[in-house]
């Protein structure tokens, strides 16, 4: 099982919409962020004044899927902030309502460190493709020792694994954790320990079926799946912009002459989400996503795991 992680958050002003910061045990990096409003009072702390990467976030208008983000890095993070806080006529950016700011607490990281840092950030935002990224082009900086090199590999990981519990997802990977299989070959792909069975959905008059796997807390559509060539639900909808943005990318392509296929594995939020771009409208995915082996409703699947905990005793110390 994977190991667990202990993230110490910190309140700065008691309120949850103020300013905050989070560390990693045994990790020298420190985050802090808070909103566009507290802009005053977030570069007026020690942080702002070190070296160190930065991140803007605010909504797409075009977009309601993805936010926007901006990400940057500085020897002195406060000032550059006060640059991108002016009007656009200005110099400045307007688009973002949210900042994040990561330095070290041991202030060892240089400005090759953090050039370093933002390329990788930038790669794996473009990877991910979670976020409408306002950067340009990323420039690759080779001049760190390998063994800097590495503490920066590091250093990102432990970025990536905050973010997400500070509600910042656009580095979280959509694909599936190693030891996939292929759609057609029906193997088990882990332990019951690492991801739930297979499941799978068809709708035999269109000639689609789908498979898909919950893995840490998402619900995977699994790779070679089948999709509907078009949305076709009968109003407007916030999945039909996921639909299509995921045609745009390239993660749903034709697959001949019928329905579209998943070109790799994809993370959704919901096992609806996932039905709903598999039979292009709006679903109930705890009834639609059924278990392959057995037949079994995802929903009857979760309520059965919840109450078999429920029996289970806690062994007396």
């Known amino acids: 099982m994977t190991q667990g992680r202990s993230i110490r958050l910190f309140l700065v002003d008691g309120t949850p919409h103020g300013l905050l910061t989070a560390e990693i045990m045994n990790w020298t990096g420190h985050v802090l962020t808070g909103p566009r409003g507290k802009l005053s009072e977030l570069v007026q702390r020690p942080e702002c004044g070190r070296t160190g990467v930065y991140f803007l976030v605010g909504p797409d208008a075009e977009n309601s899927v993805r936010p926007q983000v901006y990400i940057g890095e500085s020897d002195d993070v406060g000032k550059r902030l006060k640059q991108h806080n002016r009007t656009e006529d200005q110099g400045g950016k307007d688009f973002w309502e949210k900042v994040c700011l990561i330095t070290s607490k041991d202030q060892n990281l240089t400005k090759a460190h953090v050039k370093v840092l933002e390329s990788l950030l930038i790669q794996q935002a473009q990877r991910v493709g979670r976020c409408t990224l306002i950067n340009g082009t990323r420039h690759d900086y080779i001049g760190l020792p390998e063994a800097d090199q590495a ?25 599936r954790p190693p030891s996939k299989d292929v759609v057609a070959g029906h193997t088990p792909v882990s332990s019951p320990d690492e991801a739930s069975p297979r499941f799978r959905m068809a709708l035999p008059k269109n000639g689609i079926t789908a498979y898909g796997q919950e893995m840490d807390g998402e619900f995977f559509v699994l ?81 059965q795991l919840v109450a078999e ?6 062994e007396d110390p």
């Open 309 to 314: 905990a429920a029996e289970v005793t806690p």
């Open 151 to 175: 503490d920066m590999a590091f250093f990102l990981e432990q970025i990536r694994t905050v973010l997400p519990v500070l509600g910042f997802e656009f580095l979280r990977d959509s694909s």
């Open 223 to 303: 790779e070679g799946s089948q999709a509907r060539e078009a949305w076709v639900g009968p109003t407007p909808h916030g999945y039909q912009r996921l639909f299509e943005q995921l045609v745009e990318e390239g993660v749903l392509v034709p697959d001949g002459n019928g329905p579209m296929r998943f070109s790799r594995d994809y993370a959704f939020s919901s096992p609806s989400a996932a039905a709903a771009m598999v039979v292009g409208r709006t679903a109930n995915g705890r009834k639609e996503w059924q278990r392959e082996d057995t037949g079994q409703a995802y929903g009857e699947w979760q309520e």
